[in-house]
């Protein structure tokens, strides 16, 4: 049986995937050849959409400094805030990890076997990196 390079089976989702760069427990699917595209302008929307959460939330927290605002409606402000910045700074650090290695022509499983094997973190499939960001 053939088995082409960079092809795992994932024991979660019991298939083999092609390229595949992880399994990812959010989505509840695995990430590869077919669908990295996507999985990366989820996780880059995801950052956008959280960041504009904590600024417009920012303003609002803001005002209700200014303005008569009840200790609950403040304590609330302040928590969807604060919330959105730490998931804003978790998407963003998540998005410049997948950056990098899709820009190296890594996949997720290959940066982790060889930093166990403390290897460098370089490709053979590494074709530059404008090629790399657009296969």
Known sequence: ???????????????CVLKMDHHCPWIKTCIGFRNQKYFFLLVLYAMLTTGF??????ESVLRSTVVETTVF?????VLGMSISVILFCFTAVFLLFHTVIMCRGMTTIEFCESSIHRKSHRSTYNRGMLLNTMA
């Not at 959460?53 to 920012?58: D, E, I, P, Y």
């Open 53 to 58: 959460f904590a600024a417009t939330m920012s």
């Open 1 to 15: 049986l053939f088995k082409p390079d960079r092809t795992h089976h994932c024991r979660v989702c019991n298939v």
């Open 73 to 77: 409606s403040r304590f609330l402000l």
